[in-house]
């Protein structure tokens, strides 16, 4: 399945790909994204063998995509000894353990950041359903007492709510 790039970087280790070290690739792909995720746990499994930050903080440093990185930083930090300042600087956190297990399960994109859902304004949510009817009228299943009657109801609720 494509999709728009969800993580480019250069590669700083040894990766499933076969790809030589530096070299750009873009997860844009499945498959692609999976690599990513395997080198991504081989980092993982670095650190937590030689508690060497090295190969963390250069893999997580060649994430171009700002989402990318905040979601691989969040899911080192949720399954590794790793812990992110304000900057986003990793440091080692001696008393969490490494859980490879659950990392592998897990892939990084599940920890992409959520947008924030809209507040409903209840008043143009109604207004926006009544000119809709209004203009629909002609193609309503409803008789056209009907349709009237749902028109007077939507105005009503609507002044009610615009008084309180």
């Known amino acids: 399945m494509q999709r728009e790039c969800a993580a480019s970087r250069k590669i700083v280790a040894a990766n499933s790909a076969g790809a030589p070290v530096g070299q750009k690739i873009c997860a844009a792909t499945d498959t692609e994204q999976d690599l990513l995720h395997q080198d991504a746990l081989k980092a993982l499994k670095h650190f937590g063998q030689h508690r ?21 930083i969040k899911w080192f930090t949720t399954h590794g000894p790793i812990s992110s300042t304000v900057d986003g600087k990793l440091k080692f956190e001696k008393k969490k353990p490494v859980k490879l297990g659950d990392a592998a399960a897990s892939p990084y994109w599940k920890y992409f950041p959520k947008a924030p859902k809209e507040q409903l304004d209840p008043i143009a949510a109604l207004d926006k359903a009544l000119r809709l009817i209004k203009r629909s009228k002609a193609r309503s299943s409803l008789s056209p007492s009907a349709h009237h009657a749902l028109i007077s109801d939507l105005e009503a609720l609507i002044r009610r709510h615009a008084e309180q």
């Open 52 to 72: 060497d930050l090295k190969i963390v903080t250069r893999f997580v440093g060649t994430i171009a995509e700002e989402k990318s990185k905040k979601a691989i």
